[in-house]
T-cell receptor, first 117, second 119 residues
Framework: AQTVTQSQPEMSVQEAETVTLSCTYD???????LFWYKQPPSRQMILVIR??????QNATENRFSVNFQKAAKSFSLKISDSQLGDTAMYFC??????????????FGQGTILTVHP | DVKVTQSSRYLVKRTGEKVFLECVQD?????MFWYRQDPGLGLRLIYF???????EKGDIPEGYSVSREKKERFSLILESASTNQTSMYLC??????????????????FGNGTRLTVT
C-alpha cells in the first residue's frame, strides 16, 4: 500500500516571502501521479498543482512550483510571493496510474499554512 | 464549473441512529468518492464508485455503506452511528471513465464537506 507523509503540521510565513512544504511518499509503483491540494477555512478543497511521475520536469503553476525527487520519493511545494489568501491547509496526495486506480487518492496528514501580513 | 453538493454542512446525530449523507454532482462524472477527514490523519477513503450501482471499499469501510442508484448521486450510510464516526466527511467526483490508464491524472472535485457529530 502507498503512504504519504507530511512531517510539518504547521508552517507560517510573512506575506511576500517564500515557503516550502514537504512531502514524502512510499510506493513500489513506477508510474503514478502526485498532487497538492489546498483547503481554505471555507473548506472547499481545490487542486493546486499536479505532477506525473514519468515527467522529469517539475510542474509549475504561477506562484506554485514543486520539487519532485523521484529517487528520494520526495515532492515538496514551494509558494513564492506568499499572499494572505494562501492561508489554508495543504494536502499532498498520491495516485497510482493504470486503469484500476480509478483516480483514488492517498492523502498525507496535511500542513496548516498561515500567511502573516 | 463542476459543482459537488453535499446536502448538509453540519449534522448532529445520536448514537445508534441511521445516518444518510448525500452528495450530488452536476457534471456527469463516472467516479465518486467518500472520504473522512480527521486532524492529524488527513483524508482517508471510505468507499468509492466508478459507475451506477458499482462500489468498492476504500481503506476504512467498516461501519459504512454506500448507494449509487443514479450517476449524479452518491450516498454514504452510517448503519448505526457511533461516537468514533464523529468527523468531517468529504464527497468528491472525477471526470475520467474507467478503465483508463490516465484516470489518475484528472483532479478530484470536492464538495464543501459535512461535519458530523455523533453524541
Amino acid at each position: 500500500a502507498q503512504t504519504v507523509t507530511q512531517s510539518q503540521p504547521e508552517m507560517s510565513v510573512q506575506e511576500a516571502e517564500t515557503v516550502t512544504l514537504s512531502c514524502t511518499y512510499d510506493t513500489s509503483e513506477n508510474n503514478y501521479y502526485l498532487f497538492w491540494y489546498k483547503q481554505p477555512p471555507s473548506r472547499q478543497m481545490i487542486l493546486v498543482i499536479r505532477q506525473e511521475a514519468y515527467k522529469q520536469q517539475n510542474a509549475t503553476e504561477n506562484r506554485f512550483s514543486v520539487n519532485f525527487q523521484k529517487a528520494a520519493k520526495s515532492f515538496s511545494l514551494k509558494i513564492s510571493d506568499s499572499q494572505l489568501g494562501d492561508t489554508a491547509m495543504y494536502f499532498c496526495a498520491y495516485s497510482n496510474a493504470g486503469g484500476t486506480s480509478y483516480g483514488k487518492l492517498t492523502f498525507g496528514q496535511g500542513t496548516i499554512l498561515t500567511v502573516h501580513p | 464549473d463542476v459543482k459537488v453538493t453535499q446536502s448538509s454542512r453540519y449534522l448532529v446525530k445520536r448514537t445508534g441512529e441511521k445516518v444518510f449523507l448525500e452528495c450530488v454532482q452536476d457534471m456527469d462524472h463516472e467516479n465518486m468518492f467518500w472520504y473522512r477527514q480527521d486532524p492529524g490523519l488527513g483524508l482517508r477513503l471510505i468507499y468509492f464508485s466508478y459507475d451506477v450501482k458499482m462500489k468498492e471499499k476504500g481503506d476504512i469501510p467498516e461501519g459504512y455503506s454506500v448507494s449509487r442508484e443514479k450517476k449524479e448521486r452518491f450516498s454514504l450510510i452510517l448503519e448505526s452511528a457511533s461516537t468514533n464516526q464523529t468527523s468531517m466527511y468529504l464527497c468528491a467526483s472525477s471526470p475520467v471513465p474507467l478503465p483508463n490508464s490516465r484516470a489518475a491524472s484528472s483532479p478530484l472535485h470536492f464538495g464543501n464537506g459535512t461535519r458530523l457529530t455523533v453524541t
